[in-house]
T-cell receptor
Framework: NAGVMQNPRHLVRRRGQEARLRCSPM?????VYWYRQLPEEGLKFMVY????????ESGMPKERFSAEFPKEGPSILRIQQVVRGDSAAYFC?????????????FGSGTQLSVL | KNEVEQSPQNLTAQEGEFITINCSYS?????LHWLQQHPGGGIVSLFM???GKKKHGRLIATINIQEKHSSLHITASHPRDSAVYIC???????????FGKGTHLIIQP
């Protein structure tokens, strides 16, 4: 049973480009969380999704950021018109139930660098 | 808003020492998680607690709901335990975790 798979591991974008980060949860996990870790800062919750539904996006910036978790395929975190401040490590975690009830399994993260 | 405070921020110890990392939070929660982040960046979930105590190998986690406090203990510490240990809480009624800033632990041989 493969773990949580994130790709790419490293992504370099120029200001104004789009970034797409992918997360394939562990088999049997229908709950996906995205977190961001800015340099020298702690992890911050961004969004919580279940299959085809956004449950809580209270941690996601209102503009330029969007997330989806389609019925088939990985969860995608999309950042449009990236700026230097978006440079961070983005982690995805999955779980068979909510974080209130179950341990989370984390991917290795995507390091986004905006030039 | 739930504030999560960890102490100490940095800890250097000798191999074999007993290690304690503390976590305090400000409002009621439904669960508390301890995570380990290695220098390469990968994050591993060590424990999820809602009450009492859990043990896994040389790691022990405890939580006191009334005092809003949790501790992570490492017995017979080893250099491979060197990592950042992060406390995170799941506020009641919400699903997004709130994280502490982490404790940087270095175990010297």
């Amino acid at each position: 049973n493969a773990g949580v798979m994130q790709n790419p591991r490293h992504l370099v974008r120029r200001r104004g480009q789009e970034a797409r980060l992918r997360c394939s949860p562990m088999k049997g996990h229908s709950h996906v969380y995205w977190y961001r870790q800015l340099p020298e800062e702690g992890l911050k919750f961004m969004v919580y999704l279940q299959k085809e539904n956004i449950i809580d996006e209270s941690g996601m910036p209102k503009e330029r950021f969007s997330a989806e978790f389609p019925k088939e395929g990985p969860s995608i975190l999309r950042i449009q018109q990236v700026v230097r401040g978006d440079s961070a490590a983005y982690f995805c975690a999955s779980s068979p139930r909510t974080a209130r009830d179950e341990k989370l399994f984390f991917g290795s993260g995507t390091q986004l660098s905006v030039l | 808003k739930n504030e999560v405070e960890q102490s100490p921020q940095n800890l250097t110890a000798q191999e074999g020492e007993f290690i304690t990392i503390n976590c305090s939070y400000s409002v009621g929660i439904s669960a508390l998680h301890w995570l380990q982040q290695h220098p390469g960046g990968g994050i591993v979930s060590l424990f999820m607690l809602s009450s009492g105590k859990k043990k896994h190998g040389r790691l022990i986690a405890t939580i006191n709901i009334q005092e809003k406090h949790s501790s992570l203990h490492i017995t017979a510490s080893h250099p491979r335990d060197s990592a950042v240990y992060i406390c995170a809480v799941s506020p009641g009624g919400a699903d997004g975790l709130t994280f502490g800033k982490g404790t940087h632990l270095i175990i010297q041989p």
